[in-house]
Protein backbone atom coordinates (compact mmCIF):
# COMPACT_ATOMS: atom_id res chain seq x y z
CA UNK A 1 0.00 0.00 0.00
CA UNK A 2 1.09 3.32 -0.79
CA UNK A 3 0.93 6.54 0.70
CA UNK A 4 1.64 5.46 4.28
CA UNK A 5 4.48 7.16 6.58
CA UNK A 6 7.79 4.88 6.94
CA UNK A 7 8.41 6.75 10.19
CA UNK A 8 4.96 5.83 11.65
CA UNK A 9 6.36 3.76 14.89
CA UNK A 10 3.85 0.69 13.39
CA UNK A 11 5.90 1.32 10.16
CA UNK A 12 9.10 1.31 12.09
CA UNK A 13 8.38 -2.05 14.76
CA UNK A 14 6.70 -3.61 11.08
CA UNK A 15 10.09 -3.05 9.37
CA UNK A 16 12.02 -4.64 12.42
CA UNK A 17 9.58 -7.39 12.84
CA UNK A 18 11.59 -10.76 11.32
CA UNK A 19 8.79 -13.18 12.79
CA UNK A 20 5.98 -11.44 10.89
CA UNK A 21 8.07 -11.05 7.42
CA UNK A 22 9.04 -14.88 8.08
CA UNK A 23 5.52 -16.01 7.77
CA UNK A 24 4.75 -13.51 4.29
CA UNK A 25 2.64 -10.82 6.39
CA UNK A 26 1.58 -8.12 4.52
CA UNK A 27 0.41 -4.65 6.48
CA UNK A 28 -2.65 -3.56 4.01
CA UNK A 29 -4.11 -0.98 5.87
CA UNK A 30 -2.75 1.26 8.69
CA UNK A 31 -4.07 4.22 10.55
CA UNK A 32 -3.79 5.05 13.99
CA UNK A 33 -6.57 2.79 16.03
CA UNK A 34 -6.60 0.73 12.60
CA UNK A 35 -4.63 -2.18 11.21
CA UNK A 36 -5.17 -4.97 8.02
CA UNK A 37 -2.88 -7.23 7.46
CA UNK A 38 -2.61 -10.24 5.43
CA UNK A 39 -0.90 -14.15 5.67
CA UNK A 40 -1.84 -17.26 3.33
CA UNK A 41 -1.48 -20.55 5.42
CA UNK A 42 0.91 -22.66 4.19
CA UNK A 43 2.14 -26.12 4.62
CA UNK A 44 4.33 -25.52 7.53
CA UNK A 45 1.03 -23.91 9.14
CA UNK A 46 -1.13 -26.76 9.23
CA UNK A 47 -1.04 -29.58 11.93
CA UNK A 48 -1.81 -33.15 12.23
CA UNK A 49 -5.99 -32.50 11.51
CA UNK A 50 -4.99 -30.89 8.11
CA UNK A 51 -6.30 -27.24 9.28
CA UNK A 52 -3.82 -24.19 10.57
CA UNK A 53 -2.63 -23.95 13.83
CA UNK A 54 -4.29 -22.16 16.37
CA UNK A 55 -1.20 -20.50 17.04
CA UNK A 56 -0.24 -18.81 13.73
CA UNK A 57 -4.06 -17.49 13.35
CA UNK A 58 -3.37 -15.55 16.89
CA UNK A 59 0.20 -14.56 16.00
CA UNK A 60 -1.72 -13.13 12.37
CA UNK A 61 -4.33 -11.21 14.66
CA UNK A 62 -1.65 -10.44 17.15
CA UNK A 63 0.48 -8.33 14.56
CA UNK A 64 -2.52 -6.82 13.62
CA UNK A 65 -3.59 -5.70 17.47
CA UNK A 66 0.50 -4.25 17.06
CA UNK A 67 -0.10 -2.27 14.29
CA UNK A 68 -2.89 -0.82 15.46
CA UNK A 69 -2.17 0.06 18.72
CA UNK A 70 1.57 1.49 17.73
CA UNK A 71 0.81 3.90 14.83
CA UNK A 72 0.96 7.28 15.15
CA UNK A 73 1.70 7.01 18.82
CA UNK A 74 4.46 6.06 21.65
CA UNK A 75 5.56 2.41 22.31
CA UNK A 76 2.53 0.02 22.99
CA UNK A 77 2.46 -3.22 23.97
CA UNK A 78 0.16 -6.11 24.97
CA UNK A 79 -0.94 -6.22 28.13
CA UNK A 80 -2.83 -9.41 27.16
CA UNK A 81 -5.30 -10.91 24.74
CA UNK A 82 -8.21 -13.79 24.31
CA UNK A 83 -8.82 -15.45 20.75
CA UNK A 84 -12.09 -17.59 19.86
CA UNK A 85 -11.48 -19.66 17.24
CA UNK A 86 -14.81 -20.20 14.97
CA UNK A 87 -13.89 -21.69 11.78
CA UNK A 88 -11.05 -24.16 10.92
CA UNK A 89 -8.40 -22.21 8.37
CA UNK A 90 -7.05 -24.57 5.85
CA UNK A 91 -3.73 -24.88 3.26
CA UNK A 92 -3.72 -22.26 0.64
CA UNK A 93 -6.35 -20.23 2.71
CA UNK A 94 -5.36 -16.45 2.63
CA UNK A 95 -6.38 -14.82 5.95
CA UNK A 96 -6.90 -11.01 6.60
CA UNK A 97 -6.94 -9.57 9.87
CA UNK A 98 -8.50 -6.05 10.66
CA UNK A 99 -7.93 -4.49 14.24
CA UNK A 100 -9.87 -1.55 15.43
CA UNK A 101 -9.09 0.16 18.57
CA UNK A 102 -12.47 0.25 20.69
CA UNK A 103 -11.50 2.20 23.66
CA UNK A 104 -8.29 4.60 25.26
CA UNK A 105 -7.95 5.41 28.70
CA UNK A 106 -5.01 7.05 30.04
CA UNK A 107 -2.30 4.45 28.42
CA UNK A 108 -4.04 1.61 28.37
CA UNK A 109 -6.93 0.43 25.57
CA UNK A 110 -8.96 -2.10 24.54
CA UNK A 111 -8.62 -3.59 20.63
CA UNK A 112 -10.46 -6.19 18.84
CA UNK A 113 -9.44 -8.20 16.07
CA UNK A 114 -11.36 -9.98 12.87
CA UNK A 115 -9.51 -12.65 11.05
CA UNK A 116 -11.39 -13.17 7.95
CA UNK A 117 -10.71 -15.49 4.56
CA UNK A 118 -10.32 -13.36 2.06
CA UNK A 119 -12.30 -15.33 -0.44
CA UNK A 120 -15.24 -15.85 0.86
CA UNK A 121 -15.16 -13.67 4.34
CA UNK A 122 -16.12 -16.50 6.79
CA UNK A 123 -14.89 -15.03 10.29
CA UNK A 124 -12.28 -17.41 11.20
CA UNK A 125 -11.34 -15.86 14.62
CA UNK A 126 -11.97 -12.97 17.06
CA UNK A 127 -9.31 -11.94 18.83
CA UNK A 128 -9.55 -9.07 21.90
CA UNK A 129 -6.06 -7.31 23.06
CA UNK A 130 -5.24 -5.06 25.81
CA UNK A 131 -2.60 -2.82 25.57
CA UNK A 132 -0.53 -0.10 27.69
CA UNK A 133 1.76 2.55 26.44
CA UNK A 134 5.24 2.68 27.88
CA UNK A 135 6.19 5.72 29.56
CA UNK A 136 8.79 7.92 27.17
CA UNK A 137 11.86 7.53 28.72
CA UNK A 138 13.40 10.39 30.56
CA UNK A 139 16.09 12.06 29.22
Request: aromatic share 4%; net charge negative; charged share 20%.
Amino acid sequence: MTGRDPLDPAEVMMANDLASAALGMEVIELSAGHAVVRMAITAAMVNGHDIAHGGYLFLLADTAFACACNSGRSTTVAAGADIDFLAPARLGDVLEATADERVAFGRSGITDVTVRRLEDGVVMAEFRGRSRQLRAPSA
